[in-house]
Nanobody, 124 residues
Framework: VHLVESGGGLVQPGGSLRLSCAPSGFAFHTYRMSWVRQAPGKGLEWVSTIGTYGDDTLYSDSMEGRFTISRDNSKNTLNLQIYPLKPEDTAMYYC??????????????????WGQGTQVTVSS
């Protein structure tokens, strides 16, 4: 099983990024998928979850409507669009396959599969 995130980088405040996750080795289309981030020196923070068909999405209230999660089951991809970026978005971003029945991430106990992360740094 692999989940490979990409798309991170150094971006100025107000900019945008599209993060991607390429899962393999498991039935991606049967899992609700989440993005989770970890800022320097802080704990894991749930960002968003998307349902198996991509029609249902859920976002953390603290994300202020700046995040858009999407998936393409035909291409086995998960995406996260972030705009406009703020310095407080600086974090490692992970994609995760939630255990069946869950919609929110609270800890790694809620996850069946976890990626290695992609770093997002927002700075001028």
């Amino acid at each position: 099983v692999h989940l490979v995130e990409s798309g991170g980088g150094l971006v100025q405040p107000g900019g945008s990024l599209r993060l991607s996750c390429a899962p393999s080795g498991f039935a991606f289309h049967t899992y609700r998928m989440s993005w989770v981030r970890q800022a320097p020196g802080k704990g894991l923070e749930w960002v968003s979850t998307i349902g198996t068909y991509g029609d249902d999405t859920l976002y953390s209230d603290s994300m202020e409507g700046r995040f858009t999660i999407s998936r393409d089951n035909s291409k086995n991809t998960l995406n996260l669009q972030i705009y406009p970026l703020k310095p407080e978005d600086t974090a490692m971003y992970y994609c995760a396959a939630l255990k069946p029945g869950l919609w929110k991430f609270y800890s790694k106990k809620d996850v069946d599969y976890w990626g290695q992360g992609t770093q997002v740094t927002v700075s001028s």
